[in-house]
């Protein structure tokens, strides 16, 4: 289980390294300590930068993920 680990960390950091994030569909946020991979494959990033939330959610104010149904709009 640890060499598991090691391995997808190695990978994660290797594929951040060259400027792709590990998550396919993820998007790259981009804040004020530069730029990180959203965990999320097709999630949203918050817009101080620093965090992302899943699909179907949207930031607050305060970089909380609040869910949002499809159908509702900003």
Same mark, same amino acid.
């Given at each position: 289980?640890?060499?598991?680990?090691?391995? $997808?960390?190695?990978?994660?950091? !290797?594929?951040?390294?060259?400027?792709?994030?590990? !998550?396919?569909?993820?998007?790259? &946020? /981009?804040?004020?300590?530069?730029? $990180?991979?959203?965990?999320?494959?097709?999630?949203? &990033?918050?817009?101080?930068? $620093?965090?992302?939330?899943?699909?179907? /959610?949207?930031?607050?104010?305060?970089?909380?993920? $609040? /869910?949002?149904?499809?159908?509702?709009?900003?």
């Amino acid at each position: 289980m640890n060499t598991l680990f090691a391995l $997808i960390l190695i990978f994660a950091v !290797v594929s951040v390294a060259v400027g792709q994030c590990p !998550v396919p569909l993820a998007p790259r &946020c /981009f804040g004020p300590r530069g730029s $990180i991979c959203c965990i999320y494959p097709r999630g949203n &990033c918050c817009p101080s930068g $620093i965090k992302c939330c899943p699909p179907l /959610f949207h930031c607050d104010a305060q970089d909380r993920c $609040i /869910f949002r149904p499809p159908n509702e709009s900003d």
